[in-house]
């Protein structure tokens, strides 16, 4: 390609919406433009790139006998009613009417679509297993989109969708894709790792996320290095300590103006663990058959050295959602905001305990009387509720496996997979007859990838104060031909070798000075960079730099330049394949 035939165009400066450098280096090099919030368009650059790590997912798809196919963006509502999920999923699920008033929806993922094509195409065992995939644009309308194609709206995303006979299947299709997926990151040149996660919508019971740690990610996630317990904090476990003793007579003392916990314990010079702290909230059920909702209050105890972790209470709950409690739903239930507790509430009110709770003895809670708080609580004899470890994991924690310290750091989540099971296979009447003769659901896997995040992630794994540093199996060409001739015929002849021998080639022809020339591709970053200047080609040479080590060059020989850059390509395509992760699945 020639750059002055390119149809986007470098920036010197990043505009003020890039919140990461690898957002503003793919902005300012060229490869995206936003249309609007969590919108963007891939300019040839970004597309190229894109359609590169297609091609990797491809590869790794194909090996594993998946068959790629397209499913719709635009669903009817009728098969998201059939699961429950047209009414359960929030307002980040697009619906609208057609012409005619039907309900439709814009296809936030396609485990309906899957499923109702399955019921279709699989009537026999003979028919299993089965796996399909397909590389297409998703829509979700994302309240927060931030950091560039880290989180969006619209995205184009590898979903695939796996069939079985039985549980034993499923295993195996999961097994495949969790060491599928570590070779398609390592031949993106991202690194990655899995953890256990939480399944939200996407129901099952087994569940890995593929994350990639950097500061700019959203998830927390929790990981032992003695015992190599990794999992996001949603899930996370950790070693609680409980203080048990004999239970004491409960009694009432006046706390003045001790709303907080620490406020509390400085007071009564009492340790935090000693205290039992209530967290309102109000949880959304939703009638998955008639989109009918119900509010309940939510009273959730749990030791005041502990937070609560709103996505295990959720789960508890088996909730659509949860929100904070507002100070008149709280007071409606008999509770006093400040001094709040389990102890004397409405029973119309849900009341889960954590397991820290549970199993300590004499704590301090609110006394649900301003001013007022008691002392020597305890579970089951003063208040009853569901006990569930609804705890929140952080650094200093003590591993659930080993007891060593847990360290949290920040990830990106690039890819997921799911056991579903017979969720939506059940719940649309997907069923095969078996060898027995009897009718059985089919058993299912979700497997996704986000492909435009991950080129976001390895623009910010990959990038220096110059520009980008693109892999060269991702990176849109191989070579950056930087032509400072006065004689452009010099150049054009070899940027055509270069083409004709299969070099993948971007020949910057443009007239211009060497800084403009050399800052562009710095900024745009592709693996091998050749110059050619009228001093190098007197002497028969031109210059080679590699990008990932700009204070390093040398020279070839133009008489054998093309299979001397083939030689260099070989050899980073090489270091790809020699640093291939590949982890099975315990």
Same mark, same amino acid.
């Given at each position: 390609?020639?750059?002055?035939?390119?149809?986007?165009? !470098?920036?010197?400066?990043?505009?003020?919406?890039?919140?990461?450098?690898?957002?503003?280096?793919?902005?300012?090099?060229?490869?995206?433009?936003?249309?609007?919030?969590? &919108?963007?368009?891939?300019?040839?650059?970004?597309? $190229?790139?894109?359609?590169?790590?297609?091609?990797?997912?491809?590869?790794?798809?194909?090996?594993?006998? =998946?068959?790629?196919?397209?499913?719709?963006?635009?669903?009817?509502?009728?098969?998201?009613? #059939?699961?429950?999920?047209?009414?359960?999923?929030?307002?980040?699920?697009?619906?609208?009417?057609?012409?005619?008033?039907?309900?439709?929806?814009?296809?936030?993922?396609?485990?309906?679509?899957?499923?109702?094509?399955?019921?279709?195409?699989?009537?026999?065992?003979?028919?299993?297993?089965?796996?399909?995939?397909?590389?297409?644009?998703?829509?979700?309308?994302?309240?927060?989109? $931030?950091?560039?194609?880290?989180?969006?709206?619209?995205?184009?995303?590898?979903?695939?969708?796996?069939?079985?006979?039985?549980?034993?299947?499923?295993?195996?299709?999961?097994?495949?894709?969790?060491?599928?997926?570590?070779? &398609? %990151?390592?031949?993106?040149?991202?690194?990655?790792?899995?953890?256990?996660? *939480?399944?939200?919508?996407?129901?099952?019971?087994?569940?890995?996320?593929?994350?990639?740690?950097?500061?700019?990610?959203?998830?927390?996630?929790?990981?032992?290095?003695?015992?190599?317990?990794?999992? /996001?904090?949603?899930?996370?476990?950790?070693?609680?300590?409980? %203080?048990?003793?004999?239970?004491?007579?409960?009694?009432?003392?006046?706390?003045?103006?001790?709303?907080?916990?620490?406020?509390?314990?400085?007071?009564?010079?009492?340790?935090?663990?000693?205290?039992?702290?209530?967290?309102?909230?109000?949880?959304?059920?939703?009638?998955?058959?008639?989109?009918?909702?119900?509010?309940?209050?939510?009273?959730?105890?749990?030791?005041?050295?502990?937070?609560? #972790?709103?996505?295990?209470?959720?789960?508890?709950?088996?909730?659509?959602?949860?929100?904070?409690?507002?100070?008149?739903?709280? +007071?409606?239930?008999?509770?006093?905001? =400040?001094?709040?507790?389990?102890?004397?509430?409405?029973?119309?009110?849900?009341?889960?305990?954590?397991?820290?709770?549970?199993?300590?003895?004499?704590?301090?809670?609110?006394? /649900?009387?301003?001013?007022?708080?008691?002392?020597?609580?305890?579970?089951?004899?003063?208040?009853?509720?569901?006990?569930?470890?609804?705890?929140?994991?952080?650094? =200093?924690?003590?591993?659930? *496996?080993? =007891?060593? !310290?847990?360290?949290?750091?920040?990830?990106? #989540?690039?890819?997921?997979?799911?056991?579903?099971?017979?969720?939506?296979?059940?719940?649309?009447?997907?069923?095969?007859?078996?060898?027995?003769?009897?009718?059985?659901?089919?058993?299912?896997?979700?497997?996704? &990838?986000?492909?435009?995040?991950?080129?976001?992630?390895?623009?910010?794994?990959?990038?220096?104060? $110059?520009?980008?540093?693109?892999?060269?199996?991702?990176?849109?060409?191989?070579?950056?031909?930087?032509?400072?001739?006065?004689?452009?015929?010099?150049?054009?002849?070899?940027?055509?070798?270069?083409?004709?021998?299969?070099?993948?080639?971007?020949?910057?022809?443009?007239?211009?000075?060497?800084?403009?020339? %050399?800052?562009?591709?710095?900024?745009?970053?592709?693996?091998?960079?050749? +110059?050619?200047?009228?001093?190098?080609?007197?002497?028969?040479?031109?210059?080679?730099?590699?990008?990932?080590?700009?204070?390093?060059?040398?020279?070839?020989?133009?008489?054998?330049?093309?299979?001397?850059?083939?030689?260099?390509?070989?050899?980073?395509?090489?270091?790809?394949?020699?640093?291939?992760?590949?982890?099975?699945?315990?």
């Amino acid at each position: 390609m020639r750059m002055s035939k390119m149809f986007s165009q !470098t920036l010197r400066e990043a505009p003020q919406a890039a919140d990461c450098k690898g957002y503003e280096f793919l902005l300012r090099a060229g490869f995206i433009r936003q249309m609007g919030a969590g &919108i963007f368009s891939l300019l040839p650059l970004g597309y $190229r790139s894109t359609s590169k790590i297609e091609n990797i997912i491809r590869e790794e798809m194909d090996d594993l006998d =998946g068959q790629e196919i397209l499913m719709p963006l635009v669903n009817p509502a009728d098969i998201w009613k #059939e699961t429950g999920r047209y009414y359960s999923i929030d307002k980040e699920m697009s619906r609208f009417n057609d012409r005619t008033g039907r309900d439709m929806v814009l296809a936030m993922t396609h485990e309906e679509d899957a499923t109702s094509l399955g019921r279709s195409e699989i009537n026999s065992y003979k028919k299993l297993p089965q796996l399909v995939y397909q590389i297409q644009t998703k829509w979700r309308d994302d309240p927060r989109p $931030r950091a560039g194609l880290i989180r969006v709206r619209e995205f184009t995303m590898k979903d695939s969708y796996s069939f079985d006979r039985d549980q034993a299947g499923l295993d195996e299709q999961y097994k495949k894709h969790y060491a599928s997926y570590f070779r &398609i %990151f390592s031949k993106a040149g991202l690194p990655v790792i899995v953890v256990g996660a *939480d399944s939200g919508m996407m129901g099952g019971k087994v569940s890995h996320e593929y994350m990639y740690l950097s500061p700019i990610g959203e998830d927390t996630i929790m990981t032992c290095s003695e015992c190599g317990y990794t999992a /996001n904090r949603q899930v996370a476990q950790f070693k609680k300590e409980y %203080f048990k003793e004999e239970p004491k007579e409960m009694e009432k003392i006046e706390t003045p103006d001790c709303k907080t916990i620490e406020a509390l314990c400085k007071f009564l010079n009492i340790e935090q663990r000693q205290t039992c702290k209530a967290v309102f909230m109000v949880a959304t059920f939703i009638n998955d058959k008639t989109g009918e909702e119900e509010e309940k209050l939510v009273v959730a105890q749990i030791r005041g050295d502990l937070d609560v #972790e709103e996505s295990k209470l959720q789960n508890v709950l088996k909730a659509n959602s949860l929100r904070p409690a507002h100070e008149e739903e709280i +007071t409606a239930a008999g509770i006093v905001p =400040g001094f709040g507790s389990a102890i004397g509430c409405s029973p119309k009110a849900i009341v889960i305990v954590d397991d820290s709770v549970a199993k300590s003895n004499n704590l301090v809670s609110g006394a /649900n009387e301003a001013g007022y708080h008691l002392t020597n609580t305890n579970f089951k004899r003063d208040y009853t509720g569901k006990v569930a470890d609804i705890a929140s994991a952080r650094d =200093g924690f003590k591993c659930i *496996d080993c =007891g060593h !310290t847990l360290t949290q750091n920040k990830g990106v #989540e690039v890819g997921n997979i799911f056991q579903l099971g017979t969720r939506y296979s059940e719940a649309m009447n997907c069923y095969f007859t078996d060898i027995d003769g009897k009718a059985k659901p089919v058993v299912m896997g979700s497997y996704g &990838i986000g492909v435009g995040r991950l080129l976001a992630c390895l623009a910010e794994e990959y990038n220096d104060e $110059r520009g980008l540093s693109l892999p060269i199996s991702v990176a849109p060409y191989q070579v950056h031909f930087v032509s400072l001739m006065k004689d452009q015929s010099i150049g054009d002849k070899i940027y055509a070798d270069l083409k004709a021998a299969g070099v993948d080639v971007l020949y910057d022809d443009r007239k211009g000075s060497a800084g403009v020339k %050399f800052a562009d591709a710095d900024l745009i970053g592709l693996p091998i960079r050749i +110059t050619l200047g009228n001093k190098s080609y007197k002497e028969g040479k031109a210059e080679i730099k590699l990008r990932s080590n700009l204070d390093e060059s040398f020279s070839y020989s133009l008489d054998t330049l093309v299979d001397d850059v083939k030689n260099e390509i070989k050899k980073l395509q090489d270091e790809i394949t020699a640093n291939i992760v590949v982890k099975e699945l315990d």
